[in-house]
C-alpha cells in the first residue's frame, strides 16, 4: 500500500472512531517510524489541515466585510474613500513621470559621456530630451529607443572632444568597455600644450 494511501486511510479511520492497526503497523514499517513519531506526524497534520480549513474562506470573508463596510459608510465616507484612492492614483503617477524623466536623463548622459562627449556638453542635450518618449506606462526606461537615437545623435565611432582621440566600443562581455586608438606622439603633444601652452602658428 503506498505511503499517501495508508496516511489517508489510517485519518479516515482514525475520525470515525474505527483503527486498522495492520495500516497503522506498515506505515510505521514502511518508514521505520516508532509509534511517537507517527503520533506526532498525525497530530502536526491534523493542526495543519484545521489551519487550512480554517483559511479557506478567507478571501470569501474579506469581500463581505468590505462590502459591508461600504454598505455602512456614509457618502461623505465613500466619496473620502474614491478621492484617497485616486489621489493615490495621480500620486503614484506624478512620481512615475517625475522619477521616471531624471532616469531617462540620466541614462542618455550617461551613453552619452560612454560616447566621449563632454559631461556639460551632455547634460545640455538631456536637457532638451523629450523623456516621455523613452518612459514606458510602467516607469520604465525604453533603453533599445534611447541606445537608438544616441546612436543617431553620437555614433559609435567617435572622437573625444578633450583629447582628440579615436575610440571604439570593445565588448569582452562584462560590460562596457572603451579602447582608445590615438595618433602617434598625440598624447604628448596634449601633455607639452598642457605644460606650456599652444605653440604660435
Do not use: C
Not at 480549513?53 to 463581505?64: G, N, P, S, V
Not at 462590502?67 to 465616507?77: I, T
Not at 466619496?79 to 532616469?103: H, M
Not at 562627449?117 to 514606458?136: F, Q
Request: aromatic share 4%.
Amino acid at each position: 500500500m503506498p505511503e499517501n494511501d495508508a496516511q489517508t486511510d489510517t485519518t479516515s479511520d482514525t475520525e470515525t472512531g474505527a483503527v486498522d492497526l495492520s495500516a497503522i503497523q506498515a506505515l510505521l514499517s514502511e518508514n521505520n517510524w516508532k509509534p511517537e513519531q507517527l503520533a506526532s506526524r498525525l497530530k502536526d497534520s491534523r493542526k495543519w489541515e484545521t489551519r487550512a480549513k480554517e483559511r479557506a474562506d478567507y478571501d470569501q470573508l474579506k469581500a463581505e466585510l468590505d462590502k459591508v463596510r461600504q454598505e455602512g459608510m456614509s457618502q461623505a465616507e465613500k466619496d473620502l474613500e474614491a478621492a484617497r484612492s485616486e489621489g493615490r492614483a495621480t500620486g503614484e503617477a506624478e512620481a512615475r513621470a517625475l522619477y521616471g524623466a531624471q532616469l531617462v536623463q540620466a541614462k542618455f548622459e550617461g551613453l552619452l559621456q560612454g560616447r566621449g562627449i563632454e559631461p556639460d556638453r551632455a547634460a545640455v542635450l538631456a536637457g532638451d530630451l523629450n523623456t516621455a518618449k523613452y518612459l514606458g506606462d510602467d516607469g520604465k526606461v525604453n533603453a533599445e529607443a534611447l541606445v537608438a537615437f544616441v546612436d543617431a545623435v553620437a555614433p559609435q565611432q567617435s572622437t573625444d572632444a578633450r583629447t582628440g582621440q579615436q575610440w571604439a566600443p570593445t565588448s569582452f562581455g562584462a560590460g562596457q568597455r572603451t579602447s582608445t586608438t590615438a595618433a602617434p606622439g598625440a598624447a604628448g603633444l596634449a601633455e607639452i600644450e598642457r605644460r606650456f601652452g599652444k605653440k604660435p602658428a
